[in-house]
T-cell receptor, first 112, second 114 residues
């Protein structure tokens, strides 16, 4: 069965410093992996997705993630945090033609 | 098409009452998903459809919950005899068929059972 683990429930960074949100997955097949962001009182928005093409995936707002099969990881990074990045981030795994399974989320705080 | 639409946005109901939520997916999407999200948690899978066929229902879902997608377009989620533990945000998403396509989410329906 597929599953996903987000290793940090909260991450705090200063504006202008790098962001790292960690995600490990488990899947019996070649999974698709996604990162979604949820701002307060807003809907879930797709940041980026991995679908077995390039292992380094670039998304919106300067975020990127690297798929590492040997480590079963799909960590999300951004070189320089902005105040507007403060939100809840979800790592999501999906096996081919199957449902999306969400992690428990990481709340990102950005301090001025 | 403006995306996935959910109605109502908010619902307050008394314990024991039945409630029904509606989801209108993106028009060309044949997959439709329902998720439930409580405060501080990630969305939890409830059920999903391929066109009008319900492909899977979560084992965590009690018999009080039922979902339909009669014509393969909009979907309804009904909760019978609501309990306070049903209070949550109910999210609908849609996607194209296929193994690597992302799902697009609606704004959700926030249910409060008093």
């Amino acid at each position: 069965a597929q599953s996903v683990t987000q290793l940090d429930s909260h991450v705090s960074v200063s504006e202008g410093t790098p962001v790292l949100l960690r995600c490990n997955y488990s899947s019996s097949y070649s999974p698709s992996l996604f990162w979604y962001v949820q701002h307060p009182n807003k809907g879930l928005q797709l940041l980026l997705k991995y679908t077995s093409a390039a292992t380094l995936v670039k998304g919106i707002n300067g975020f990127e993630a690297e798929f590492k099969k040997s480590e079963t990881s799909f960590h999300l990074t951004k070189p320089s945090a902005h105040m507007s990045d403060a939100a809840e981030y979800f790592c999501v795994v999906s096996e081919p033609a199957d449902k999306l399974i969400f992690g428990t989320g990481t709340r990102l705080q950005v301090f001025p | 098409d403006t995306g996935v639409s959910q109605n109502p946005r908010h619902k307050i109901t008394k314990r024991g009452q039945n409630v029904t939520f509606r989801c209108d997916p993106i028009s060309e999407h044949n997959r439709l998903y329902w998720y439930r999200q409580t405060l501080g948690q990630g969305p939890e899978f409830l059920t999903y459809f391929q066109n009008e066929a319900q492909l899977e229902k979560s084992r965590l879902l009690s018999d009080r919950f039922s979902a339909e997608r009669p014509k393969g377009s909009f979907s309804t989620l009904e909760i019978q005899r609501t309990e306070q533990g049903d209070s949550a945000m109910y999210l609908c998403a849609s996607s194209l068929e296929g193994g690597h396509t992302e799902a697009f989410f609606g704004q959700g329906t926030r249910l409060t059972v008093v």
